[in-house]
């Protein structure tokens, strides 16, 4: 089991988020950056990958946001994680059909791993579009982040509290180059930045997303100090449950943890209640939380969809609707997957959310 090895120090001995960062981003051998998960021929697939009416949704609702914020001459979007880029593909299409918000228009691409950023470049390849390690190129606003799945698959911090003290989860690679899950005493520092947020205070296992809230902590800097909002959409839950909920794919199926290191997806659910406390920690409206249905729905998917299907053989509409179900069903993605938009401006009166 020698592959084990490649994800621990000399210590044999990593806290949770630790280990995670190595096995999906290591540079030689991480999940992420050694193989392309997307797609039926990878290990999931996301819901631009499942059907276009989602990118296509987005970018009206980043049109209608523009048109809300009375057309500023210049408007900044960013995807966080874009994947293999098919989203900015399809906005690049339908801004076209925009002409006024096309010209003010500036796309980036956040991206860490360098062989999707690669792949990006190669399926994008549009002079609108360019990349970006830390958002400093940005000068003006307003700037509008969006992130699909983008949360969701950076790594967490896990731990057990027995009453007031706080023990934090390790994974300890064996003498038998087997993986066993041990405890240490947590650092003061941690404990003080989770009793920060009520979410967190009657949880006896808390998932904490430490390296995400540094990811969000530059992304509200540039918001507070340009003007913008951040649209996240990920499947996780509003009530916390004392529950590990670390999963891993591999090939569109169920996988051990610890099988396929660096060669399986790891992520963990979203708590949006930690997200909303957290935004409103740092100054910024938040929209009330909903479903991946209701802000769907909400921005004309249903119609976009039954238009469409006018012009289409009966198999084209089966596969556009048999798509659509995988989106918007409760028992699928519909529910499973939230929507939140933290914003600073003073108009509110974004679609989707009510």
Same mark, same amino acid.
């Given at each position: ?11 044999? +001995? ?24 997307? *797609? ?16 296509? +949704? ?33 906005? =690049? ?50 700037? =509008? ?12 911090? !896990? ?8 023990? /934090? ?37 808390? /998932? ?6 540094? /990811? ?12 913008? *909002? ?8 509003? %009530? ?6 670390? !999963? ?27 997200? %909303? ?14 479903? !991946? ?5 909400? +921005? ?32 699928? +993605? ?6 939140? &938009?933290?914003?600073? &401006? ?9």
């Amino acid at each position: 089991m020698i592959i084990n090895q490649n994800f621990f120090n000399k210590s044999r +001995m990593l806290p949770v988020d630790k280990f995670l960062e190595n096995v999906l981003y290591d540079k030689k051998k991480g999940y992420y950056t050694s193989k392309i998960p997307f *797609g039926y021929k990878g290990d999931f697939l996301t819901a631009p990958g499942i059907s276009n009416l989602f990118s296509e +949704m987005i970018g009206i609702w980043l049109v209608t946001t523009w048109n809300t914020l009375r057309k500023p001459k210049e408007f900044n979007i960013v995807e966080l994680g874009p994947g293999n880029g098919s989203l900015t593909k399809i906005l =690049i299409k339908l801004f076209k059909r925009f002409p006024e918000f096309n010209k003010a228009t500036n796309i980036f691409l956040y991206e860490k791993s360098s062989l999707l950023r690669n792949l990006q470049k190669k399926n994008i390849n549009h002079s609108k579009v360019k990349w970006t390690k830390n958002f400093n190129n940005i000068k003006k606003g307003p700037i =509008i982040f969006f992130g699909n799945e983008f949360f969701d698959s950076i790594p967490i911090k !896990q731990f057990t509290r027995k009453g007031s003290l706080f023990f /934090e989860k390790h994974y300890l690679l064996n003498k038998k180059n087997k993986i066993d899950e041990v405890y240490k005493k947590a650092s003061i520092k941690d404990i003080s930045k989770i009793k920060k947020f009520k979410v967190l205070n009657n949880l006896k296992f808390i /998932e904490f997303p430490k390296l995400g809230l540094n /990811e969000l902590n530059k992304i509200t800097k540039k918001i507070s100090k340009l003007s913008g *909002g951040l649209l996240l959409i990920d499947y996780g839950y509003l %009530n916390s449950k004392n529950e590990n909920t670390l !999963q891993s794919l591999s090939n569109h199926k169920r996988n051990n943890i610890f099988d396929n290191l660096g060669k399986a997806d790891i992520t963990s659910l979203v708590n949006f209640s930690l997200l %909303n406390e957290y935004f409103i920690k740092n100054n910024l409206k938040v929209k009330k939380v909903v479903t !991946q249905k209701f802000f769907l729905e909400k +921005m004309g998917i249903i119609e976009r969809a039954n238009h469409l299907s006018q012009k289409m053989s009966f198999k084209e509409q089966s596969n556009l609707y048999l798509r659509l179900k995988r989106l918007l069903d409760t028992k699928l +993605m519909g529910n499973l997957f939230k929507v939140i &938009f933290a914003y600073k &401006f003073k108009k509110n009166n974004f679609l989707g959310f009510e």
